[in-house]
T-cell receptor
Framework: AQSVTQLGSHVSVSEGALVLLRCNYSSSVPPYLFWYVQYPNQGLQLLLKYTTGATLVKGINGFEAEFKKSETSFHLTKPSAHMSDAAEYFCAVKRETGGFKTIFGAGTRLFVKA | EAGVVQSPRYKIIEKKQPVAFWCNPISGHNTLYWYRQNLGQGPELLIRYENEEAVDDSQLPKDRFSAERLKGVDSTLKIQPAELGDSAVYLC?????????????FGEGSWLTVV
């Protein structure tokens, strides 16, 4: 069964610092990969996704992620954190076999310090 | 274009009482999902509809949960009777089909507290 592991339930960075949120998946077949963001009291919003093609994917709000098949990873990065980036981030995996079910990680809460 | 609309946003009920949540998906989206999100966790799928048909309800606790999507548009999720452990956020989502990398769009969620 496929699964998604987000390393670190909480990450704290200073404003202007690099943001790195880690996501590893288990899948024998290259999956489709997503990052969602959830602001307080709101639903999930798509940040970016990888389906095929270029392994470095750019998303909204300056975020990007790189699909590394050899490492089964899809880490999310942003060069310079803003206070408005404080939110919960979810990595998700979708795989063709098994009925295209989307599996979400447990989430990483990002704190941004002034 | 309007997003996924859910109501009510917040609901507090006593255990053993019934509760219902309503969802209106994005226009033209034939796939509709209900997820449950417990505190500190990611969303977990309860049920997925393709038009009017429930094609994946394997995670829906059918003894107390029910859902319907009449006419293939709006959907209702019902819990009867509610238990303390049902306290969670119930997220409705929709997508244009269910294959490959189709993006799932989420509503703001219905926050349920059972006391």
């Amino acid at each position: 069964a496929q699964s998604v592991t987000q390393l670190g339930s909480h990450v704290s960075v200073s404003e202007g610092a690099l943001v790195l949120l880690r996501c590893n998946y288990s899948s024998s077949v290259p999956p489709y990969l997503f990052w969602y963001v959830q602001y307080p009291n709101q639903g999930l919003q798509l940040l970016l996704k990888y389906t095929t093609g270029a392994t470095l994917v750019k998303g909204i709000n300056g975020f990007e992620a790189e699909f590394k098949k050899s490492e089964t990873s899809f880490h999310l990065t942003k060069p310079s954190a803003h206070m408005s980036d404080a939110a919960e981030y979810f990595c998700a995996v979708k795989r063709e076999t098994g009925g295209f079910k989307t599996i979400f990680g447990a989430g990483t809460r990002l704190f941004v310090k002034a | 274009e309007a997003g996924v609309v859910q109501s009510p946003r917040y609901k507090i009920i006593e255990k053993k009482q019934p509760v219902a949540f309503w969802c209106n998906p994005i226009s033209g989206h034939n796939t509709l999902y209900w997820y449950r999100q417990n505190l500190g966790q990611g969303p977990e799928l309860l049920i997925r509809y393709e038009n009017e048909e429930a094609v994946d309800d394997s995670q829906l606790p059918k003894d107390r949960f029910s859902a319907e999507r009449l006419k293939g548009v709006d959907s209702t999720l019902k819990i009867q009777p509610a238990e303390l452990g049902d306290s969670a956020v119930y997220l409705c989502a929709s997508s244009q089909g269910y294959s490959s990398g189709n993006t799932i769009y989420f509503g703001e969620g219905s926050w349920l507290t059972v006391v």
